[in-house]
């Protein structure tokens, strides 16, 4: 609720905080997950944030963004939509073609590739540290058209293994190889 990153010591003594509300860059507007990649020293963020739904233009701002272990800004990706009523008169504003449709869960792989789950497309994301989309899968399953590799829209977890397996947590937790390929579940 704060929108801020803030670092603490392992015994839990302050060290600093950055970022503040708002949409600029540096700055959030509904922060919602954290991963480091501790090979490069990079913290990413994901962030959500919305104008009141009764707003015929509200905007929906979803962004990852990038940050040095200090809190320097390194630069951003995703972007903004009209998700109020608006959307039916005028066209969403796409700023990329890879729009990112609310980012709830971030995790980076050994090999510095950023891994999203996102909520409403439901599927999970692959980018390169600049933000390239690599991969798209889940939707309807894996990207072998396996539907037991479908990643349920109330999924809420990812996290990627050394071995660059790809975990999603649902229900249960579906396994993916670093391509999308399914691999099974732990119920």
């Known amino acids: 609720g704060r929108n801020k990153v803030i670092k603490y010591s392992p015994e839990g003594k302050f060290i600093k905080e950055w970022g503040k509300w708002g949409s600029g860059k540096g700055e959030f507007e509904g922060l919602s997950s954290i991963a480091i ?20 233009y509200a905007v929906l701002e979803a962004w990852v963004q ?4 200090e809190g320097k800004f390194l630069g951003r990706w995703g972007g903004s939509k009209i998700v109020g009523i608006g959307r039916f008169l005028f ?12 980012p709830r869960r971030i995790a980076v792989g050994s090999d510095g590739s950023v891994w999203l789950r996102e909520v409403h497309r439901p599927c999970v994301s692959k980018f390169t540290p600049e933000g390239k989309l690599l991969l798209r899968f889940g939707q309807t399953g894996d990207i072998n058209g396996d539907p037991r590799g479908a990643v349920s829209r109330y999924s809420d977890g990812i996290a990627v293994g050394p071995d660059g397996t790809v975990y999603v947590g649902d229900n249960r937790i579906v396994k993916f190889d670093s391509q999308g390929k399914y691999l099974g579940e732990i119920k």
């Open 66 to 69: 990038k940050f040095d272990l």
């Open 37 to 56: 990649d501790q090979r490069a020293n990079v913290l990413y963020t994901t962030q959500v944030g919305v104008a009141s739904a009764a707003d015929p």
């Open 91 to 102: 066209f969403p504003i796409p700023i990329r073609k890879y729009e990112l449709d609310d």
